[in-house]
């Protein structure tokens, strides 16, 4: 599922049309895959009605109504705003008349099905007083209701919302729009459904899939050994949040990793050690505990249950100039700074929408509104690689490509899941620097959560519990 950003649709079909695809064809093209996905849905007796605007997207609408009434169905065509002002949605019309249909301006008694082709991504609030009007009576309706391209109301690019036609289906056309994603509008989508209207996948964006997962997963080498595997340093832990060390700890020995060097004080040390026996602790309140740097890592993560400081601070310079392994930082490791634009090895920031928000220097609504653009711009500012947590989770590279991850469930919302998270990440990354590291393991992490609730309650989910999981989620997935 590609995710185009509105610039983007604008840029396809002013290229289509430079290039022989005129935007008459695009809307006819849109029409037929419309009325080919919506179909399944509806019943000739049905009676539909559909809210078609006064710009190019209730062409769209136009070309709907024509297929529909073609092939026996009590479609509707009503202009509640006014007809189509566009030359395009206007030709489209005059057709529509030609074969002897009529339509309306506005709804007249109660419809079975309502389809929302009043704005496309070129929308933005607040609604006029008529929409409001409209809004209600759709709020009313007791109807199957569906939208074209996008729910009236809501913007392509971002999450916030004033008011919206609330859909149970969304026909997207040509792609998925950021606004899917995000929240609140992604609940007034309903179920997505994507429909190909003959223009080339040329997205920067797009969710990753199981498929992805079985296709990039790594492949066991022959006679492996614990070295075939890497070695990784997680410096993490402390007194007052010791859980965090043993959680990544456990992330990175479960996803694979060869050894693990766990950094952190004394006392966490002692406690993680009856729990996971099978990692190497040094206390990192000795001065000399890391002398040499690039001396056996194949990765490295920084930060969960780490209270930033000066000394930590110096730690990561030290990380960031001095090596070029895969450098993971998280939680305490996360701040406003420089990154390095010389070095080799990938930075990966895994920050929350707040952690996002104040590196960004943003506020965390801010974030959570634009959160695929957020993350993407920091990434391409910065040179670094940002994995931004949350309902569905963005992954945005420094080329200004990424992805969107959409498993998981209310399970992952605790304390510690991220610290798990970044285990993985570290566990995942010391056998081999590859992007599509990074989002399998975003993706599994989020996976493990749809399992327990195929059992359990996902509120009664605790971190402790990915790493429990993991083992037959792999196997189910058939990824061993």
């Not at 296709?215 to 070695?231: D, L, R, S």
Request: aromatic fraction near 8%; proline fraction near 4%.
């Amino acid at each position: 599922m590609n995710i185009y950003f509105a610039r983007e649709i604008r840029d396809s079909d002013q290229t289509a049309d430079a290039n022989g695809l005129s935007i008459n064809t695009l809307m006819e093209n849109s029409g037929h895959a419309l009325f080919e996905g919506m179909k399944k849905l509806l019943d000739k007796e049905q009676r539909i009605g559909i809210l078609a605007g006064s710009g190019n997207n209730g062409g769209d609408g136009i070309v709907l109504a024509r297929l529909l009434k073609n092939h026996g169905f009590k479609a509707e065509l009503i202009f509640p705003l006014g007809i189509p002002s566009t030359q395009v949605a206007h030709d489209h019309l005059a057709y529509y008349q030609s074969l002897g249909y009529a339509y309306s301006s506005q709804l007249d008694g109660n419809y079975d099905v309502l389809i929302d082709g009043l704005f496309g991504i070129g929308f933005r609030p607040p609604f006029t007083e008529e929409m409001n009007r409209l809004h209600q009576q759709w709020m009313d309706s007791n109807a199957l209701k569906m939208a074209i391209d996008i729910p009236s109301g809501t913007e392509a690019d971002c999450g916030r919302v004033q008011a919206a036609f609330k859909a149970d289906h969304t026909f997207c056309l040509h792609g998925a729009k950021p606004s899917a994603f995000l929240y609140p509008s992604s609940t007034y989508y309903g179920e997505l459904h994507i429909v190909d209207i003959g223009l080339p996948s040329q997205a920067r964006f797009r969710i990753w899939t199981e498929d992805d997962v079985r296709a990039t997963w790594h492949v066991e080498e022959e006679n492996p050994h614990k070295g075939t595997f890497g070695t990784g340093l997680l410096i993490a832990g402390s007194r007052q949040m010791p859980g965090c060390a043993l959680l990544a700890g456990t992330g990175a020995m479960r996803a694979g990793i060869g050894k693990l060097v766990i950094a952190t004080e004394e006392e966490v040390a002692h406690k993680c050690t009856i729990s996971l026996p099978e990692a190497t602790y040094v206390d990192r309140s000795k001065s000399n505990w890391q002398q040499d740097l690039t001396q056996k890592y194949t990765a490295v993560a920084i930060g969960p249950g780490i209270n930033p400081d000066e000394s930590l601070e110096e730690l990561i310079a030290a990380y960031l100039n001095e090596t070029d392994y895969p450098l993971i930082l998280d939680a305490g490791a996360l701040s406003e700074r420089s990154y390095p634009k010389q070095r080799k090895g990938p930075i990966i920031l895994t920050p929350h929408p707040g952690e996002m928000a104040r590196i960004a220097g943003k506020t965390a609504a801010e974030v959570n509104e634009n959160r695929i653009q957020t993350a993407s711009d920091y990434a391409v500012k910065h040179q670094v690689t940002v994995v931004l947590k949350g309902v569905n989770t963005v992954i945005a590279f420094p080329d200004g490509t990424g992805y969107v991850n959409i498993t998981g469930n209310r399970g992952l919302s605790k304390g510690g899941t991220g610290d798990t998270l970044t285990g993985i990440l570290l566990g995942l990354l010391t056998q081999g620097y590859r992007k599509a590291a990074i989002m399998n393991g975003v993706y599994l992490h989020g996976k493990t959560a749809e399992l327990y609730s195929e059992n359990h309650a996902p509120s009664a989910m605790l971190a402790s519990d990915i790493m429990r999981i993991w083992p037959e989620l792999l196997r189910r997935l058939d990824l061993e």
